[in-house]
């Protein structure tokens, strides 16, 4: 209960950071001093995700331990050609880009299944810059879009790491959140499946390219295809 209103108001501060200008090109999570999992590379038996994209290259490990249905559902997808020629239909500077609508209105795509699926909450999952993540249209309602955290650093003001501190949030998780950036406000609310591990300056790319009033960008980014492999 205290993480959902904490997240309430958090969302608050981290859209007044939006419009105040966090602006920080520059996040290299290699650098990281954290024992939190997003932060560790890739091992053997990990499966990956590479998302071609016409700016580039986004490679991602996925965690199936801590979210099977999201890791299912985006795996089938992709291996299915469902992502092939999707857009990234909503670009928010400092915040997110989002994708897997094949109408690319926002208000497409389903499961697997045809019909929505549970949350996977874990307090071993954030929403550190990089992470991999469910959209959804409230509790229990994903289905196939999603997107990459691209916070900045400067977005983890004192007042939030404060907050995050007082609402009991474990003090490794803080740290984590205190380097790399990202948006503690969606912790609890989408399910992270995954992680980038490289590529992460694409996301930044497309996470800059000039948008219309809709946060949509004007001369579109485009999904190629999605590569799953498992590291050998």
Same mark, same amino acid.
């Given at each position: 209960?205290?993480?959902?209103?904490?997240?309430?108001?958090?969302?608050?501060?981290?859209?007044?950071?939006?419009?105040?200008?966090?602006?920080?090109?520059?996040?290299?999570?290699?650098?990281?001093?954290?024992?939190?999992?997003?932060?560790?590379?890739?091992?053997?038996?990990?499966?990956?995700?590479?998302?071609?994209?016409?700016?580039?290259?986004?490679?991602?490990?996925?965690?199936?331990?801590?979210?099977?249905?999201?890791?299912?559902?985006?795996?089938?997808?992709?291996?299915?050609?469902?992502?092939?020629?999707?857009?990234?239909?909503?670009?928010? %500077?400092?915040?997110?880009?989002?994708?897997?609508?094949? %109408?690319?209105?926002?208000?497409?795509?389903?499961?697997?299944?045809?019909?929505?699926?549970?949350?996977?909450?874990?307090?071993?999952?954030?929403?550190?810059?990089?992470?991999?993540?469910?959209?959804?249209?409230?509790?229990?309602?994903?289905?196939?879009?999603?997107?990459?955290?691209?916070?900045?650093?400067?977005?983890?003001?004192?007042?939030?790491?404060?907050?995050?501190?007082?609402?009991?949030?474990?003090?490794?998780?803080?740290?984590?959140?205190?380097?790399?950036?990202?948006?503690?406000?969606?912790?609890?609310?989408?399910?992270?499946?995954?992680?980038?591990? %490289?590529?992460? %300056?694409?996301?930044?790319?497309?996470?800059?390219?000039?948008?219309?009033?809709?946060?949509?960008?004007?001369?579109?980014?485009?999904?190629?295809?999605?590569?799953?492999?498992?590291?050998?």
């Amino acid at each position: 209960m205290k993480k959902r209103f904490f997240a309430v108001f958090v969302s608050v501060a981290v859209i007044c950071c939006l419009f105040a200008g966090c602006s920080q090109k520059t996040v290299n999570l290699a650098k990281v001093k954290s024992g939190e999992m997003q932060f560790a590379q890739p091992v053997s038996g990990d499966t990956v995700a590479t998302i071609k994209t016409n700016m580039g290259d986004i490679k991602a490990v996925l965690y199936p331990k801590y979210a099977p249905l999201a890791v299912e559902n985006f795996v089938t997808h992709a291996q299915n050609g469902y992502y092939n020629g999707v857009t990234f239909h909503r670009v928010i %500077e400092d915040f997110v880009i989002q994708s897997g609508d094949p %109408e690319g209105t926002g208000n497409g795509g389903n499961s697997i299944w045809e019909l929505p699926f549970s949350d996977e909450f874990s307090d071993k999952l954030h929403h550190y810059t990089g992470a991999l993540s469910m959209a959804n249209s409230g509790e229990d309602t994903n289905r196939s879009q999603f997107f990459i955290v691209t916070s900045q650093p400067k977005s983890m003001t004192e007042e939030i790491i404060t907050l995050m501190g007082e609402a009991g949030w474990r003090q490794e998780i803080i740290d984590a959140y205190s380097q790399a950036g990202g948006a503690p406000n969606l912790d609890y609310r989408h399910t992270v499946f995954g992680q980038v591990y %490289e590529g992460l %300056e694409i996301a930044f790319d497309i996470s800059f390219v000039k948008t219309d009033d809709n946060d949509r960008p004007k001369e579109a980014v485009i999904i190629e295809t999605i590569e799953i492999s498992v590291i050998e």
